[in-house]
């Protein structure tokens, strides 16, 4: 049966611990090895990922490139603009196409139907690498930065600020999966999917969402935000507004706990969402948590491959 990764629920709860295990230890054993090299074991030899972006990129593109090479494939990239997808071409029959071309699918699009779709059309994994709905990849990287950094996932409570967005409705489906805890800081009208918090507590998990920035940060592990105003979205203005009280400054971060840390996917707007200080602090692990998209891309490409 053809493994797809749109959401994190797709692997479950025992293939995430062991994505996230195989990352760090992968990290771990290349340490020395220069950036473009391949894993020593290069499990992904002569497979080709066929690379879909309908949104701009920086760390997915890259990250799945360089998962790609150190795994020992390799990766092809299209966009919209020049490929038939611009011109009208259906998902179902570029997927159609890219099953018999490549040996798997990312796709980084806006509606999470279009990648629904693409799975229902291809013979071949269709993994997520961004939609307006679910961003499971970075979370994968996220919790691996966090148990990096010594934290343990059950029982952990983390604080999300800001936009209830794509990455927030990972991060409630991980929370599910992982045994885990959410503390939502959001203004009203922002909130996130009610599917996903509804699917958490169902697991266990304890998600609270608050108006009250103060209270959803005060004693967390873990503070999170995003960007408020993602690619294409309208009310930009109107968006700021809200969220203003919600910026993660060092005021906020000192109600949390006094080892907590910082996380952003980023791109950061540095004087929006967060402050230089918190961002460029010492319990920011921004950089830690970009580099180790990679890291987690290649989790991600061996479960969809079968190999964990």
Known sequence: ??????????????ALAAMINDAMARKAARAALPKGAPDPDAPLAGRVLAMVFEKNSTRTRVSFDMAMRQLGGSAIVLDAGTTQLGRGETIADTARVLSRMADAIMIRTDDHAKIEA???HASVPV????????HPCQIVADLETIVEHGKALPGLELAWLGDGNNVLNSIVEAAGLMRFNVRIGVPA???????YIEQARALGAQITVTRDPVEAVRGADVVVTDTWVSMGQQGAEARIAAMTPYQVNDELMAQAKADALF???????RGEEVTDSVIDGPR???WDEAENRIHAQ???LRWAFGQL
């Open 118 to 120: 693409m799975a229902a």
């Open 127 to 134: 993994i997520n690498g961004l939609t307006d709905r679910s």
């Open 1 to 14: 049966m053809t493994r797809h990764f749109l959401d994190l629920s797709d692997a479950g709860g025992d």
């Open 284 to 286: 920011s692990v921004v």
């Open 189 to 195: 009208g922002y909130d996130s999917d009610p599917a």
């Open 263 to 269: 996380l952003h996917c980023l791109p950061a707007h």
């Open 298 to 300: 290649k989790s991600v």
